[in-house]
């Protein structure tokens, strides 16, 4: 309309695609791509910047510990690589010296206990954020993290959930020396 308005000739096909699933899978724009002819050219305005031709890069990174754990059974966190997990847990043997220290564990705010299958689940809900401004959400693996560094009991799990605690520390990635920036 703004184009047309001010006269500006133009004789393409403009079409404006809203999507609603970026961070879990584009469903949306599969849709869109099977039903129209792919755009010449594609603008993302996804960041402060009111025009975007594209994100930067994002940073997956794998970390597999020297050594199994051996008390803790799982831990897992998140949907997606570009944003901050809502959601974290860590699955652990149901045992009484450990039930009593992750029930203490579960008095923070965000920080659940509970027995599932004859298994001990202490779960940690924080709150999603874009992997652009990590800093806008809470992260529910460093809650996890920082609970299950309070028992005692994980034994020689300590040690991996150490560095998970450092790994998590700041949103930046500075404690491990990934920070960078433009």
Not at 19 to 27: A, L, R, T, V
Not at 41 to 67: L, N, Q, Y
Not at 147 to 173: F, H, Q, R, S, W
Request: aromatic share 4%; hydrophobic share 40%; with cysteine.
């Amino acid at each position: 309309k703004a184009i047309r308005d001010l006269g500006i000739p133009f004789s393409s096909r403009l079409v404006t695609v809203i999507g609603g699933n970026e961070e879990s899978g584009m469903k949306c724009l599969r849709a869109f791509v099977e039903q129209q002819p792919m755009p010449d050219v594609c603008i993302t305005a996804d960041s402060s910047f009111p025009v975007c031709c594209g994100e930067k890069t994002s940073m997956g990174v794998r970390v597999r510990a020297k050594k199994a754990f051996e008390v803790i059974e799982s831990i897992k966190a998140g949907t997606v690589t570009n944003a901050v997990a809502a959601y974290a847990e860590a699955v652990l043997p149901d045992s009484a010296e450990l039930c009593a220290q992750l029930q203490q564990a579960s008095q923070v705010e965000g920080i659940r206990l509970s027995k599932k299958d004859g298994r001990l689940i202490l779960s940690a809900t924080g709150m999603t954020a874009h992997a652009s401004r990590p800093h806008l959400g809470r992260s529910a693996l460093k809650m996890l993290a920082n609970a299950l560094k309070t028992c005692p009991a994980i034994g020689a799990d300590m040690e991996i959930i150490n560095t998970l605690v450092l790994a998590t520390e700041d949103d930046y990635g500075e404690t491990m020396g990934a920070a960078y920036s433009d």
